[in-house]
C-alpha cells in the first residue's frame, strides 16, 4: 500500500468540510434566491464603505499600539537569562488561556459608567467619564486581547539573534539607537510581519469586542457578517459577499506584508 | 617602537566572584602582530574583549595611544574586531556586510564602494557583492569578516579564534594570508588561538596566559627554545617534563643521574623541572648510555617517527628520523643545551 | 537601561493582570456592586455550582473537545503521513488549503460551515446540534494537528525508516517501532493543540451550534448580553485557577524532561 493513501480519509473531510464551504460563499455572494447570477450583493457591500473604513482604521491603529508595545517586551524577553526567559514568556501569555469572552467581559466591568474606573475617577473629582461605547474602548479591547499574539512570533525571531551581532554592530561603530534600526528591527522583521497580520486578521474580523465594548455605534466588518447570518438583517447573500470582501482585503494587506518579508533569508 | 595599547594591573571578577583575569599588564607595540595564546579559560578572550570595549574591567586601567579608554563603547574605539564565529549580518549581502560601518559613520557613498572594491580585492572576492552570506563557505565567511572590520582602517584589529572553525588545509592557506595583511596594510593585529603552532607561525610575539595570569611573553623563537616555566614548555610544543634538582651549576640530577647543563644560579640543591624536547634526545646504543628505556611504541608522523619509551620511572617521548623496533632497550643522551631547567612555580596553573 | 526594561515589563504585567484581578476580587464581593467592594462571600459560586445550564454546557464543551481532538489527531496523523509522501505540487496544494482555516477570519470559516449545514439541513434530516459543532470542531482542529506532525517529518533522518526494515522489522512493525516515536512529540502537541482551540472556541461554536447543544463560552456569552452577573466573575476565577494550575503542571513536566535530557547528555 502506498503511504500517500493514508491522507485519503483527510483529503474527503478537506474537500467536503473546508473547500466546499468557501466556495459556497463566494456561490452566494454572486447568486440570488432563485440561483441565478448578480452582482447586485457585491455592489450592496459599498453601501457599508464607512463601517469598512472604520474596521480598518481601528484594526491598524490597533495593530500599531500592539507593535510597540511589544516589540520592547519581546527583546527584553530575548535577552534574559535562559532559563528565565521560559517562566518569563509564560507570565506573559498566561492571560491569553483565559477565555478571551471573559477578558473583554472584564474590560467592560473596569471601563462602564459604574465600573471602578469612574468610581475612582468621581473619587478625585472627576468624571464620569465616557468610557465604555466609545471607539477608543475597541480599540483597547483589541490591544488587550492581541497584544500577546504579537509577542509570541516577534519573541521567537528575536531570541534566534546572535548576541554576537550586536556586539559586531557596536565594533563597526552603531550607538545603540542606530543598531536597533540597522541591525534589530532588520534582522526580526518576519517576526514583525507575522505578529502584523496575527493581530490584524483577528482584529478587523472580530464582532464581539465591538458588541461588548464599542455598544451599539461602533459597527465592524464582523458585526455586519454576524447580522446577516444570525440577526434580524437575515440575508446569506449579503453576508457572503461581505465576507468575500473581508477575504479579499484580508489577502491584499498580506501580500503587502510579504513584500517586507524578504524569505530567501535563513536566519543564523 | 610606540605602545598602542597598554594595559595595567586588569582584573576582571564575575559577579558570582570568579575571577577571570587576575592582574594583566601588558604592552603592545604598533604594528605587531601579537597572540594571546592559552588553553580555553585561560582569559585570552577577556582580555581581548576589554581591548574591544565589550567588557569593562573590575579594576585596572586601559590604555589606546597614550590615553587611558576605560568606560569609552565599542563603537567610539578605533579597534575593530573579527568575530569567532564571524557574526556576519545575515539580512546583508557580503557587499553591504563590508560597507556596514562606512555606512554607520555616514561615509559618501562614492568612497564606500571604492572602500569596498579594495577590501574584496584583498580578501580575493570580487565578483562575490550581491552573493548572500548565507550561502558561501565557511573560509568565504571569514574573509568577509576581516574585509568588514578592515574597511575601517582601525589602528587595530582583534581577532577571536577566526580560523578555529576551518579546516586544516585552509586553515593553513589563511594563516599565511592575514599574516601577508598584517605586513601589508602595517597594521597591529591582536589575535586569540589555543592552537600553538599558529602562534608560532604567524606572530612576532607569544603572550602565553593560563588560569587569569601572564605566563611569558616574547617572541616565538624565545618562547619555544626558552619557556619559563613548565606550563609554557608543556603548553608549546610536546615537552618531556621530569622532576630534578641542581646540585651545583651547570650540573642537573634527575632519574638518579647527573647531567651536564647551562644553567646556573640555583641554590644548591634546589628541586627544579626539567624540560627536554621530544627532538632533542638522542638515541645512542646502550651499553654507552646513562639512561636507557624500552620503546613501548613507534607511530609514524609524516617527517619523523614518535616513539614512547619507558625507562625506570618516566615515560619519554622522542621524535626521530630512524625508529626502533618496539619491546627493543634504547639508550638516551641529551646535549648540554638542550636541558632546559626551570624554577618550580608555585602552582597558578 | 536595565532597570528601565524591568519596569516596562513590570507595566506591561500590570496591563495583563489588572483587569483580571480586578474579576477576581469581584467575584467575592457581596453586592453586585462593580465597583465598591461590600464585603466577603462565596455566594456567587454557589449560585454558579447551582446553575444546570453552566454545568451542562461546560460537560457539553468537555465531551465535544475531548472526541474533537482525538478524531482530529487519528485524522491529521494519517493525513501528515500521506501529505509527506505526496509529489509537490499536491502537496502544495493540499496544505495551502489545509492553512486556510487558520489564515482565514474565524468568522470566514464559522458562516462558510453554517451556509454549508443550512444546505444539508434543508435537504437531509440534519439538525444544528452536537453533530454540527463536531464537524466544525474537528474541521479547524484538524489542520493545527497536521502542522505540529509534518515539521517532524521533515526533521526525521528518511533512512531510518528502511534502516529498521533491513534490521528485520516488517513495514508496519518498522512504523510502529521507529517512526511512530519520532513523530509522537508533534501527535502530542497537536493533539494538545486541538483540545486547547476546542475548549477555547466561540466564534465558529457560535455559527455551528443550535438551541440543543451549546458550549461554555456560547453560554458565557449569553450570560455577559444579559443583566451583570458576578457569577461570571466567579466562573472567570475558576477558569484562571485551572489555567495556573495547568501551566504550572506542564512547566513542571517540561523542566523535569530537560533535567531528564540534561542528565543523559552528561553521563
Known amino acids: 500500500m502506498k503511504l500517500k493513501y493514508f491522507s485519503a480519509p483527510y483529503l474527503a473531510w478537506m474537500i467536503v468540510f473546508i473547500l466546499v464551504p468557501l466556495l459556497m460563499i463566494a456561490y452566494f455572494a454572486f447568486t440570488s434566491d432563485n440561483g441565478e447570477f448578480t452582482m447586485k450583493y457585491i455592489s450592496d457591500v459599498g453601501q457599508y464603505a464607512n463601517i469598512f473604513v472604520r474596521s480598518i482604521w481601528l484594526s491598524l491603529i490597533a495593530t500599531a499600539i500592539c507593535l510597540v508595545i511589544a516589540y520592547p517586551i519581546a527583546f527584553i524577553l530575548s535577552r534574559m537569562d535562559k532559563h528565565k526567559q521560559g517562566t518569563m514568556l509564560m507570565i506573559v501569555m498566561l492571560p491569553m488561556w483565559m477565555n478571551f469572552l471573559l477578558r473583554t467581559y472584564a474590560w467592560m466591568t473596569l471601563l462602564g459608567n459604574n465600573g471602578i474606573i469612574n468610581h475612582i475617577l468621581g473619587m478625585v473629582g472627576l468624571g464620569p467619564v465616557k468610557l465604555i461605547n466609545t471607539s477608543g474602548a475597541v480599540v483597547l479591547g483589541m490591544v488587550y486581547n492581541y497584544l500577546p499574539f504579537m509577542i509570541l512570533p516577534l519573541y521567537s525571531v528575536m531570541e534566534k539573534i546572535d548576541k554576537s551581532l550586536f556586539e559586531a554592530a557596536s565594533d563597526l561603530g552603531c550607538s545603540s539607537v542606530s543598531t536597533l534600526f540597522r541591525v534589530v528591527i532588520p534582522l526580526s522583521m518576519p517576526g514583525i510581519t507575522s505578529g502584523i497580520t496575527m493581530v490584524f486578521v483577528p482584529a478587523i474580523s472580530t464582532f464581539i469586542i465591538s458588541r461588548m465594548l464599542g455598544g451599539g455605534s461602533n459597527l465592524l466588518i464582523g458585526d455586519l457578517i454576524e447580522m446577516q447570518f444570525l440577526g434580524n438583517a437575515y440575508n446569506p447573500h449579503l453576508g457572503a459577499a461581505i465576507s468575500l470582501v473581508l477575504m479579499v482585503i484580508i489577502l491584499v494587506i498580506m501580500t503587502v506584508m510579504n513584500q517586507f518579508d524578504p524569505d530567501e533569508q535563513v536566519l543564523m | 617602537m610606540e605602545n598602542i595599547i597598554s594595559l595595567k594591573d586588569i582584573v576582571v571578577e564575575f559577579e558570582d566572584g570568579e575571577k577571570i583575569l587576575k592582574n594583566i599588564s601588558l604592552d603592545i607595540k604598533d604594528k605587531e602582530f601579537v597572540t594571546f595564546l592559552g588553553p580555553s579559560g585561560c582569559g585570552k578572550t577577556t582580555t581581548l574583549r576589554i581591548i574591544a570595549g565589550f567588557l569593562e574591567p573590575t579594576s585596572g586601567d586601559v590604555f589606546f595611544d597614550g590615553q587611558r579608554i576605560n568606560g569609552v563603547p565599542p563603537h567610539k574605539r578605533n579597534v575593530n574586531t573579527v568575530f569567532q564565529r564571524y557574526a556576519l549580518f545575515p539580512h546583508l549581502n557580503v557587499y553591504e556586510n563590508i560597507a556596514f560601518g562606512l555606512r554607520v559613520k555616514k561615509v559618501p557613498e562614492k568612497e564606500i564602494r571604492k572602500r569596498v572594491c579594495e577590501m574584496l580585492e584583498m580578501v580575493n572576492l570580487m565578483g562575490f557583492e550581491k552573493r548572500s552570506v548565507n550561502r558561501l563557505s565557511g573560509g568565504q565567511q571569514q574573509r568577509v569578516a576581516i574585509a568588514r572590520a578592515l574597511v575601517n582602517h582601525p589602528k587595530v584589529l582583534l581577532l577571536d579564534e577566526p580560523l578555529g572553525a576551518l579546516d586544516l588545509k585552509l586553515r593553513k592557506e589563511m594563516q599565511i594570508e592575514l599574516r601577508r595583511i598584517q605586513q601589508e596594510l602595517e597594521l597591529t593585529f591582536i589575535y586569540v588561538t589555543h592552537d600553538q603552532e599558529e602562534a608560532l607561525t604567524m606572530s612576532d610575539s607569544i603572550v602565553v596566559m593560563n588560569n587569569g595570569y601572564i605566563q611569558q611573553i616574547g617572541s616565538p623563537t624565545d618562547i619555544y627554545n626558552e619557556p619559563v616555566n613548565a606550563f609554557v614548555a608543556d603548553f608549546i610544543g610536546e615537552s618531556n617534563i621530569v622532576n630534578g634538582s641542581m646540585p651545583e651549576d651547570c650540573i642537573v640530577e634527575f632519574t638518579g643521574k647527573r647531567f651536564r647543563c647551562v644553567d646556573k644560579g640555583f641554590e644548591p640543591n634546589e628541586s627544579v623541572d626539567v624540560v627536554i624536547r621530544p627532538e632533542d634526545v638522542k638515541i645512542i646504543p646502550e651499553k654507552n648510555a646513562e639512561l636507557t628505556g624500552i620503546v613501548e611504541s613507534v607511530v609514524f608522523k609524516g617527517v619523523h617517527y614518535e616513539m614512547c619509551v619507558d625507562s625506570a620511572d618516566n615515560k619519554w617521548i622522542i621524535h626521530s628520523t630512524k625508529a626502533c623496533p618496539v619491546g627493543s632497550v634504547i639508550g638516551m643522551t641529551f646535549d648540554p643545551d638542550d636541558i632546559h631547567i626551570m624554577k618550580k612555580t608555585e602552582d597558578n596553573t | ?267
Open chain 3, 1 to 267: 537601561m536595565k532597570k528601565l526594561g524591568k519596569i516596562y515589563l513590570v507595566l506591561v504585567l500590570l496591563f495583563l493582570y489588572v483587569p483580571i484581578f480586578v474579576l477576581i476580587v469581584f467575584s467575592f464581593n457581596e453586592t453586585k456592586s462593580r465597583s465598591v467592594f461590600s464585603g466577603f462571600t462565596l455566594d456567587w459560586y454557589k449560585r454558579l455550582f447551582h446553575n444546570r445550564i453552566i454545568i451542562s454546557s461546560l460537560i457539553n464543551t468537555a465531551i465535544i473537545a475531548v472526541i474533537a481532538s482525538i478524531v482530529s489527531t487519528v485524522l491529521g496523523t494519517l493525513a501528515a503521513i500521506g501529505i509527506h509522501h505526496m509529489k509537490k505540487v499536491p502537496k502544495a496544494v493540499v496544505m495551502n488549503i489545509t492553512n486556510m482555516p487558520i489564515i482565514n477570519p474565524e468568522i470566514v470559516t464559522g458562516v462558510s460551515l453554517m451556509l454549508l449545514f443550512v444546505f444539508f439541513a434543508a435537504r437531509m434530516n440534519l439538525e444544528f446540534g452536537f453533530v454540527t459543532l463536531l464537524i466544525a470542531h474537528i474541521t479547524f482542529d484538524v489542520p493545527y494537528v497536521i502542522l505540529n506532525v509534518m515539521p517532524k517529518f521533515n526533521q526525521m533522518n528518511p533512512h531510518i525508516f528502511e534502516a529498521a526494515q533491513d534490521l528485520g522489522c516488517s513495514p508496519v512493525k518498522a512504523f510502529r517501532k521507529v517512526v511512530l516515536p519520532e513523530i509522537m512529540p508533534g501527535v502530542v502537541s497537536g493533539f494538545l493543540m486541538a483540545f486547547t482551540y476546542s475548549l477555547d472556541d466561540f466564534v465558529v461554536s457560535y455559527f455551528t451550534s443550535g438551541s440543543t447543544s451549546q458550549t461554555l463560552p456560547i453560554t458565557i456569552y449569553s450570560m455577559t448580553r444579559r443583566k451583570v452577573s458576578p457569577e461570571i466573575n466567579a466562573l472567570s476565577t475558576l477558569i484562571f485557577v485551572a489555567v495556573v494550575i495547568v501551566l504550572i503542571v506542564k512547566n513542571a513536566i517540561e523542566n523535569k524532561a530537560a533535567k531528564k535530557n540534561g542528565s543523559y547528555r552528561g553521563n
